[in-house]
């Protein structure tokens, strides 16, 4: 279940946790790019919501794609640093391979 509020709040709602640890979350689940690759799509018109953690997230996740909010989801599981996470459908892996081949749905 995703909440509306920012993409911080999402990931942290009692703000437990620091930038460091969300942005870690972020890389593991490929919703960001690793450290060493470059930051600079932060400035251009379509650049990556998810580099900003005060960026909007409607409630329920609409303003997100299906595949993105699977993610998301992951990545709050990764900072409470949860031990078990069960996944009901094998969309996810389809949605990594397409971001991985650069196209988006």
Request: charged share 30%; net charge negative; glycine share 4%.
């Given at each position: 279940m995703i909440l509306s509020g920012t993409l911080r709040s999402t990931l942290d709602?009692?703000?437990?946790?620091?930038?460091?640890?969300?942005?870690?979350a972020l890389r593991r689940v490929h919703l960001?790019?690793?450290?060493?690759a470059a930051e600079?799509?932060?400035?251009?018109?379509?650049?990556?919501?998810?580099?900003?953690?005060?960026?909007?997230?409607?409630?329920?996740?609409?303003?997100?794609s299906a595949g993105e909010k699977q993610l998301l989801c992951m990545a709050w599981a990764i900072v409470k640093r949860t031990k078990v996470l069960v996944m009901d459908e094998v969309g996810i892996f389809v949605y990594l391979i397409t971001m991985t081949n650069g196209a988006r749905y």
């Open positions: 709602v009692f703000n437990e946790y620091n930038d460091k640890e969300i942005y870690e960001i790019p690793a450290e060493d600079e799509e932060n400035d251009t018109v379509n650049a990556n919501v998810f580099w900003n953690l005060d960026s909007n997230v409607s409630e329920g996740g609409e303003n997100l």
